[in-house]
């Protein structure tokens, strides 16, 4: 069984920067592509960024503007996302997901395990 631990999350005012990490508990993480999802209040869950696996290539939501930065770290079975330039519209829970191949995609039917999700609230 596959699984995923958020950390990282908090509260922190607008104009911080906030990392967060996902470990991940299974023995083919360099094979799985990797992405970072987001739920803000009352609204739907939405493609933050993803990785292929084996971290060669990126893809972020334009939405960002290039404040978040995604990357992996396959030694130790982990994908992290940079945020900075935090904004309270970026308040919401961050969940990481594994795809069950290398390629990454931003849809969420693509990823077959998740992780519980982690918070993240931008005070202004």
């Known amino acids: 069984q596959v699984q995923l631990v958020e950390s990282g999350g908090g509260s922190v005012q607008a104009g911080d920067s906030l990392r967060l990490s996902c470990m991940v508990s299974?023995?083919?993480?360099?094979?799985?592509?990797m992405a970072w999802f987001r739920q803000p209040p009352g609204k739907v869950r939405e493609f933050v960024a993803s990785?292929?696996?084996?971290?060669?290539?990126?893809s972020h939501n334009d939405v960002l503007n290039g404040r978040f930065t995604v990357s992996r770290d396959n030694a130790k079975n982990s994908v992290y996302l940079r945020m900075t330039s935090l904004k309270r519209e970026d308040t919401a829970v961050y969940y990481c997901?594994?795809?069950?191949?290398?390629?990454?995609?931003?849809?969420?039917?693509?990823?077959?395990?998740w992780g519980q999700g982690t918070q993240v609230t931008v005070l202004s």
């Open positions: 299974a023995p083919d993480f360099a094979n799985r592509a």
């Open positions: 990785i292929n696996s084996l971290g060669t290539l990126a």
């Open positions: 997901a594994a795809a069950p191949e290398p390629i990454s995609s931003p849809d969420e039917r693509d990823y077959d395990f």
